[in-house]
């Protein structure tokens, strides 16, 4: 069937007209239709084919690059133009668009970037959030600020343009949305292309990577090899090592069919992301292991089966004491129906749920929005930046607690990025309150460290560290500290016989550092750019992580373009092992934690008991004062990523904030606070 056939064949096709209709009369329209019905597709090429002299471009938002991407590439396929043309794409880092683009295929991140310099989003004439059902921190954030430019648009003749926006989904709560938006009509949609079988275990499976292997192999010893199959697990390491698992029993069978097996996580290369898009070799089955990055949008040729662990690996945050941690947990039932989409996109489909259909029915319906359960700094500091001053009051479609708000705005002050205002009856502005009585309101307001603290798309207490770095001299450390910190472990995990163990230990004893974690991994990532023509061999001999050690060094590359943008030069203290600690003091002196007894420790800030986690260079050590990254939880609470430190320098870095936190602490405390252990 030639594309143009193709289209018209779409369950959208019959609805076009009335569709452009609703949409002309309305300044927002919700669409709900199912999965594989054409919505990401053809409705922005519907609306450019009715308003061709428009003058602004249509964005399509997705909640992740890889759907961007790949969408904006079929697009253009069936607009017969050449990619970034007419159809564009643009995610972080890579903008593939030009002055000719009218459709604009982006990630929500990248439309709220460009929200900070152009709020009212003229660029655009209309603006249409796909996958909105996934309720992602930038869809959430990105509802609230593309609601207010519609409304000041509408109201302002100087913009003479309005905005439309559309919002669409296979799975959402319509009601919601349609509320959010002054009752917005919506548009259903029935039908989908191509059906999808979907059967569920009969029984409760105990262990999800175990029954996934299975039932991959009883396909893959049935069904015709042309027919590839998409599992959805939940994370990097769990991915990597079942990838490896189904490669080497399937060799080792030797009567089988070949297997091109392929992993699938955010965190890996966008080229190598990519290549699950690509043909298998013909006489080979293509199995792609993922996590929930393919479960919107995509279409994946050949993909006849999905394999749905019923998993996800997501956040959960505690305001009371700022704890931002990942948990496996259950998917709702609507990322259950998007898992089940991804088959049948080009014939008929079957869907093998990992799980009964009594579990099926106890699921949540939809999942909880992510800005209700993460810690709010990053989103505190973009909005901040789009000039957004008094956070508590913004009209959020759900609204975060006031605890989770005022936590982050506080964070956010403690790291200098952004100043409060207080406002009295009078009108007046006093960085102090002056009587409590007089005080109406406050407001915050971003200062020259937040502005530049904005740029990085980083924790914003990493983008402190590298700023204090600037003034330091130490950028380079730090960013290659960073950059081995947003990768998952560089150290390989997989050492399962005693004699491998003592293997690895004694070739991590060579990076190690009596400073800490901090500092170890600094001397990892250097030892491998010393031995990069010899990278593989190296990494084994070393037990080190070749692919992510391969990743930091491009987190590095994009960081320090991002500093030359930004003035920050390049400097380097390489010897300097205090500076370095100095300057991640400046970003995680919330994360400092004080030796107690019997190995545990006590956080300042929080005043919890910790242990210092066995991955640890100083598991064995006991500094009497550390800093730490974040806080896991297994059947204890562990500081992971830990350095040695001196209390007085945290006294030296935030003052004010120590002051009061010496206050709090015991005597015991008070007498360690101040001695300095190195
Ligand atoms: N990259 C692609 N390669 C081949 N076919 C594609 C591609 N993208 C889309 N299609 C075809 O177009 C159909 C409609 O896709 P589209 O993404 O527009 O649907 P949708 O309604 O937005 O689905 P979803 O809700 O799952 O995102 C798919 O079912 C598939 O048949």
Redesign the pocket.
């Known amino acids: 069937m030639n594309l143009e056939k193709?289209r018209q064949s779409?369950p959208?096709y019959s609805i076009r007209h009335r569709l452009i209709a609703e949409i002309n009369k309305n300044p927002t329209l919700i669409l709900l239709?199912?999965?594989?019905?054409?919505?990401?597709?053809?409705i922005p090429q519907y609306i450019y084919g009715s308003h061709s002299h428009m003058k602004g471009m249509i964005a399509c938002t997705q909640p992740r690059r890889v759907a961007a991407i790949?969408?904006a590439?079929?697009v253009s396929q069936e607009m017969n133009s050449e990619l970034g043309k007419t159809t564009g794409y643009c995610v972080r880092f890579e903008d593939c668009t030009s002055p000719e683009t009218k459709i604009k295929y982006m990630t929500d991140g990248m439309l709220l970037r460009e929200a900070i310099s152009d709020p009212l989003l003229l660029r655009y004439s209309v603006i249409i959030l796909?996958?909105v059902h996934e309720r992602t921190v930038h869809t959430d954030v990105l509802l609230g600020i593309v609601k207010s430019a519609q409304q000041k648009r509408s109201t302002n003749k100087k913009f003479h343009k309005p905005l439309k926006v559309i919002l669409?989904?296979?799975t959402m709560d319509v009601d919601e949305f349609s509320a959010y938006f002054n009752k917005a009509p919506v548009v259903y949609l029935e039908g989908r292309?191509?059906e999808v079988d979907v059967f569920h275990s009969v029984q409760e499976q105990t262990d999800y990577i175990f029954s996934s292997i299975a039932t991959i192999f009883q396909i893959h010893k049935t069904a015709p090899v042309n027919e590839d199959i998409l599992v959805f697990m939940t994370g990097q390491e769990e991915i990597e090592s079942t990838v490896k698992t189904i490669s080497e029993l399937n060799k080792s069978n030797g009567k089988l069919s070949p297997m091109l097996v392929l992993p699938l996580y955010a965190a890996l290369p966008s080229a190598k992301q990519l290549k699950v898009?690509e043909k298998a070799p013909s006489g080979c089955r293509k199995v792609i292991i993922s996590t929930n990055i393919a479960e919107?949008?995509?279409?994946i040729?050949g993909i006849k089966y999905v394999i749905d662990s019923g998993m996800i690996k997501g956040k959960l945050y505690t305001p009371q004491n700022n704890l931002e941690l990942l948990k496996v947990h259950k998917i709702s039932k609507s990322q259950a129906w998007?898992r089940t989409?991804?088959a049948?996109?080009?014939s008929s489909g079957i869907c093998y749920r990992l799980f009964t259909e009594s579990e099926f029915e106890s699921m949540t319906l939809n999942t909880v929005p992510e800005i209700l359960r993460s810690n709010l700094l990053s989103v505190a500091l973009q909005l901040t930046a789009l000039g957004i001053d008094d956070l508590i009051n913004f009209d959020f479609i759900s609204k975060p607690s006031v605890e989770a708000l005022t936590t982050a705005l506080n964070d956010l002050e403690l790291l200098g990025a952004v100043k409060k205002f207080f406002k009295d009856n009078n009108g007046t502005e006093n960085p102090e309150p002056v009587s409590k009585k007089r005080m109406i309101s406050f407001r915050y307001e971003l200062t020259e460290m937040g502005r530049k603290m904005a740029h990085f798309p980083l924790d914003p207490k990493f983008s402190r560290c590298i700023l204090s770095a600037d003034k330091l001299g130490c950028v380079e450390e730090v960013l290659k500290i960073v950059s081995v910190l947003s990768v998952d472990s560089v150290f390989h995990a997989q050492t399962n016989t005693s004699n491998k163990r003592d293997q690895a230990e004694a070739a991590r004893q060579k990076f190690s550092s009596a400073d800490g974690d901090h500092i170890t991994l600094l001397n990892v990532y250097k030892a491998f750019m010393a031995n990069k023509s010899s990278s593989k061999e190296w990494c084994q001999e070393n037990f080190l992580d070749l692919k992510n050690l391969k990743l930091a060094v491009d987190i590095n590359k994009q960081l320090k373009d991002i500093c030359t943008k930004n003035s920050i030069k390049l400097t380097s203290s390489s010897n300097d092992s205090v500076k370095i600690r100095m300057a991640l003091i400046s970003g995680f002196f919330m994360n400092a934690a004080e030796y107690q007894k019997e190995n545990e420790y006590k956080t300042m800030t929080s005043r919890q008991t910790v242990l210092i986690h066995p991955s640890s260079v100083l598991f064995n050590s006991k500094p009497a004062c550390v800093l730490f990254n974040e806080i896991v939880k297994t059947n204890k609470t562990y500081m992971r990523d830990v350095s040695v430190i001196s209390s007085n320098w945290l006294m030296e870095t935030n003052p004010t904030y120590f002051k009061s936190k010496i206050k709090n602490l015991n005597d015991y405390s008070l007498s360690n606070l101040n001695s300095n252990i190195r």
């Open positions: 193709f779409l959208i239709g199912e999965t594989g019905s054409g919505k990401t597709t053809q790949t969408v590439q079929r796909d996958e669409m989904s296979a292309q191509f898009f919107t949008s995509i279409t040729k998007q989409g991804r049948g996109r080009e």
